[in-house]
C-alpha cells in the first residue's frame, strides 16, 4: 500500500541554520510523483517540487535543495540559510501514475519554527 | 492573478445542519480535487473531478457528503446532517491533467 512518512514531527532552528526535513515513502508502482508542499500559518498549501520517480538528479532552486535516492525510498528536503519566513508546515506527498486520479497522498507534516 | 479560490473562508455551524462549500479553479485546469484536513494532519483525498465528471469518490466520503462540478467549472461540497467530527479544513484543489495540482485557501468548518 501507499504511504508518506515524515517522522519529524517538529524542528526548531536559529536563523542561517542548515535544516533537512526528512521524507520516506512506500509504493509498489514503478513510475509515480513526489512532491514538497508548504503550508504557511494562512493555511494555504503552496506547491514547491515535483519530481518523477525516473529522474534521480538532485534538484536545487534557491536555498532549496531536495535529494532523492529511489534505494532508500526518500525524498529528503533541505532548507540552506534558513530565514524566518520559512517558518511552515511542510507536506511530503506521493501521486502513483498507476491510479488515473493521480490523487495526492500526503505524510502527516513536519512542522519547521526557524527562530530569529 | 487567477488562483484557486474558495468560499467562504470560514463556516460555523450546528450539529444537524446543512452546509456548502464553493470551490472556483484555475480556469483553464481540467481536474478539480477535493481534500479534507484535521489538525496536526496531512490532507486526505475526497473526491475528483475531470471535466464535470466525478470519477473517484473516497471511502472517507460518507453519504451525507456530495459533491458536483456542473460544466466542468466551479465545484460544489455539501455536507448535509452535519456532525463534530466534520469539523476540518476543507481544501480544493486544481490541475491540468495529471500536471502539479495547485491548492485553494481552504475552507474551515467548525460544527458545534
Known amino acids: 500500500a501507499q504511504k508518506v512518512t515524515q517522522a519529524q514531527t517538529e524542528i526548531s532552528v536559529v536563523e542561517k541554520e542548515d535544516v533537512t526535513l526528512d521524507c520516506v515513502y512506500e509504493?509498489?508502482?514503478?513510475?509515480?510523483?513526489l512532491f514538497w508542499y508548504k503550508q504557511p500559518p494562512s493555511g494555504e498549501l503552496v506547491f514547491l517540487i515535483r519530481?518523477?520517480?525516473?529522474?534521480?538528479q538532485n534538484e536545487i532552486s534557491g536555498r532549496y535543495s531536495w535529494n532523492f535516492q529511489k534505494s532508500t525510498s526518500s525524498f529528503n528536503f533541505t532548507i540552506t540559510a534558513s530565514q524566518v519566513v520559512d517558518s511552515a508546515v511542510y507536506f511530503c506527498?506521493?501521486?502513483?501514475?498507476?491510479?488515473?486520479?493521480?490523487?495526492?497522498?500526503f505524510g502527516s507534516g513536519t512542522r519547521l519554527l526557524v527562530r530569529p | 492573478d487567477t488562483g484557486v479560490s474558495q468560499d467562504p473562508r470560514h463556516k460555523i455551524t450546528k450539529r444537524g445542519q446543512n452546509v456548502t462549500f464553493r470551490c472556483d479553479p484555475i480556469s483553464e485546469h481540467n481536474r478539480l480535487y477535493w481534500y479534507r484536513q484535521t489538525l496536526g494532519q496531512g490532507p486526505e483525498f475526497l473526491t475528483y473531478?475531470?471535466?464535470?465528471?466525478?470519477?473517484?469518490k473516497s471511502r472517507l466520503l460518507s453519504d451525507r457528503f456530495s459533491a458536483e462540478r456542473p460544466k466542468g467549472s466551479f465545484s460544489t461540497l455539501e455536507i448535509q446532517r452535519t456532525e463534530q467530527g466534520d469539523s476540518a479544513m476543507y481544501l480544493c484543489?486544481?490541475?491540468?491533467?495529471?500536471?502539479?495540482?495547485?491548492f485553494g485557501p481552504g475552507t474551515r468548518l467548525t460544527v458545534l
Open positions: 509504493t509498489r508502482d514503478t513510475t509515480y510523483y
Open positions: 484543489a486544481s490541475s491540468e491533467g495529471f500536471n502539479e495540482q495547485f
Open positions: 506527498a506521493l501521486s502513483e501514475t498507476e491510479d488515473s486520479s493521480y490523487k495526492l497522498i
Open positions: 519530481r518523477n520517480s525516473f529522474d534521480e
Open positions: 473531478f475531470q471535466n464535470e465528471a466525478q470519477l473517484e
